[in-house]
């Protein structure tokens, strides 16, 4: 087991506390866990495991992990604060790491590397009304079209229309990085 298995029991008492063993804590997991395990009369340096066992079979468990998690927390806000900029940096590196492909192909000089994603969105809407409106219109036999095909066409046409409308957002000057860094900065304000 790991402080991950640990946090989820420790969530059904103390949210807060359990989410906190979730996040990049480090030497502040070490810390939160010390204090955890010292509450259940084990050694500060108990496995997750060993922590788990005895949280299981204390029928005060409730009790003395909501105590923890009130005097610990401004280390847990700390800590979960940590955890949503870690989340946010992967997305907007995701994010970027697309935005430069993408925008390398639209330097490119070959019109097969800037055109396939537009060409996938003008391409669409005519396909499925030659399919499911024409062919019928002319009595012609209806294709079974694997549902795997229409999946990975709209996908490759949901990221594409995203990260065009993110990046046309940033060319207009919005500079907000999306739902988890606005709630970053809403905690950092706050």
Request: proline letters at 6%; hydrophobic letters at 45%.
């Amino acid at each position: 087991m790991d402080w991950k298995e640990l946090g989820k029991r420790v969530a059904k008492y103390a949210p807060e506390l359990g989410a906190a063993f979730g996040g990049p804590g480090g030497a502040a997991i070490g810390t939160l866990a010390s204090l955890v395990a010292g509450a259940f009369g084990l050694k500060p340096d108990a496995k997750p495991e060993e922590i788990i066992a005895v949280i299981e079979k204390d029928p005060q468990a409730a009790v003395k992990l909501r105590e923890i998690e009130t005097n610990a927390k401004v280390e847990i806000h700390r800590l979960n604060v940590q955890l949503a900029i870690q989340q946010s940096q992967e997305e907007i590196a995701k994010i970027q790491s697309v935005n430069t492909t993408m925008q390398a192909e639209s330097k490119s000089e070959h019109w097969p590397q800037y055109s396939w994603r537009p060409w996938n969105g003008f391409w669409f809407p005519p396909t499925v009304a030659g399919i499911y409106i024409l062919l019928p219109i002319l009595d012609k036999t209806v294709p079974t079209v694997p549902e795997w095909v229409w999946m990975g066409w709209l996908c490759i046409l949901g990221v594409a229309t995203w990260h065009r409308g993110r990046m046309q957002r940033a060319q207009a000057g919005d500079n907000s990085q999306g739902v988890v860094a606005g709630i970053i900065n809403a905690i950092k304000k706050g």
